[in-house]
């Protein structure tokens, strides 16, 4: 069932995620990114962080208080300005959790902080049937975890993003969100919330375990969703049934972040981790397609990949198309029927405006004139890709070609039989 429209007014369109990049660079981009569909950019943490030029490093604080790493706070408010100027709002990446293990800091003595500010150092368990650990221990065994009870950690982690919407920012991506207090982490979103007027967006990094589920964070604000993300691993991977798509594993909540390949598991940035990391980098590419596709979810692209795959520009396109159709009035309930090969063809139909077709096989696939009629497809279809024109349920039913490794997004043309 598709989203009502007043939600989706209130959810990013796609979210475009400019990992590790400055901000000078980004703000250069940011109008192109609007032009595509994008309706936020994701940026990388702001705060000064572990030195060095490696992207990790940008995840382990060393000062809250202050802008730095990728861009000064000056270089911040050009690219929210512009990023405002294009219709395009910003989400800035923000580490709450704990901060940097680097020589420097062994002793626990950072800005504004104290030893006594922090968990005391222990291990996590994640297959202890509780999350006492997840949330109080140190992360990797190393990362100084934060006490929010701590009036110091309290009034740094506001002022933090406080400082980031005085510069412009339009909502923040919490990581390590699993790792803190539900109730710790509902009053930062809060707080976000009431300094913004209420025009903030969260998302919330929540990698599933043995211990802890999404549901204990989705009434927060929408978690990324590594649930959907491993099932389309599974299915794009070979031998994998793409038929398994028709209804997906997936977190039960319609705004969850959802991706086909994050920093996170793209084998090129983060080669040691464990979670819906695909054999193949090209089958992210053709889930993130399948992302781009559907109803729900709110779909994070790496910008990587937006400049380097015509497949992802489209789907972009697509999805914002699709949006403004549904907040006309427009049925674009998804719909996913039983066609093909289905291991390796998968037809996604968006009501009658749209559709979506993929094949993960190494030759391209035909769907017959019968295949693309058995539903709610009837007219005349644009191709986002080279703008050629498909005629859906005519006398002279036409065949489709999918090519290998690729897929296609087709828009009904408005106003045609």
């Known amino acids: 069932m598709a989203l009502p429209p007043l ?128 949330r109080r221990c140190w992360l990797n065994g190393d990362l100084p975890d934060l006490d929010p009870s701590r009036p110091a950690v309290a009034r740094l982690q506001r002022a933090q993003l406080q400082q980031l919407l005085a510069l412009g920012v339009d909502g923040f991506r919490f990581d390590a969100a699993k790792h803190i207090e539900p109730a710790d982490l509902a009053g930062l979103v809060a707080h976000g919330q009431r300094l913004s007027g209420g025009r903030s967006f969260s998302m919330l990094e929540v990698i599933d375990d043995h211990d802890t589920r999404p549901e204990m964070y989705t009434a927060i604000a929408p978690v990324t969703d590594y649930v959907l993300c491993d099932t389309l691993r599974q299915a794009f991977a070979y031998g994998g049934q793409l038929s398994s798509l028709r209804l997906p594993r997936a977190i039960a909540d319609r705004r969850s972040v959802t991706f086909g390949i994050s920093h996170d598991s793209d084998p090129a940035i983060n080669p040691g981790f464990g979670r819906c990391q695909p054999s193949d980098r090209h089958d992210g590419v053709l889930a993130t397609a399948y992302v781009l596709a559907r109803a729900d979810g709110t779909p994070l692209v790496l910008a990587a990949d937006h400049r ?20 006309a009035g427009a049925d674009t309930r998804e719909w996913v029927p039983a066609i093909g090969d289905p291991q390796t063809l998968l037809l996604m139909e968006r009501g009658g405006e749209g559709f979506f077709v993929v094949n993960k096989a190494a030759t391209p696939l035909t769907l017959s004139a019968a295949e693309l009629a058995g539903g709610q497809l009837r007219g005349r279809y644009r191709n986002l890709r080279d703008g050629r024109l498909l005629l859906i349920g005519g006398r002279d039913g036409q065949t489709l070609t999918v090519p290998a490794r690729d897929g296609l997004y087709f828009l009904r043309q408005q106003g045609a039989p």
Do not use: K
Not at 18 to 44: K, Q
Not at 100 to 115: E, V
Not at 308 to 326: D, E, I
């Open 308 to 327: 380097r795959s015509p497949l992802v520009r489209a789907g972009v396109r697509f999805r914002a198309n699709l949006q403004a159709r549904s907040r």
């Open 7 to 134: 939600l989706l007014m209130l959810l990013p369109t796609a979210i475009v995620h400019a990992h590790n990049e400055p901000f000078r660079a980004v703000a250069a981009e940011v109008c192109g990114f609007a032009r595509d569909g994008y309706s936020h950019v994701l940026i990388t943490p702001a705060q000064v962080s572990n030195p060095g030029p490696e992207w990790w490093r940008r995840y382990q604080p060393v000062d809250l208080r202050r802008i730095g790493g990728r861009g000064s706070a000056a270089d911040l408010q050009a690219l929210t300005r512009r990023a405002h100027g294009c219709g395009l709002r910003v989400i800035a990446d923000v580490v709450l959790n704990h901060m940097s293990s680097d020589a420097a800091h062994r002793s626990l003595q950072f800005p504004g902080l104290t030893p006594a500010d922090f968990h005391p150092r222990c291990t996590i368990n994640y297959n202890d049937g509780n999350t006492i650990s997840e």
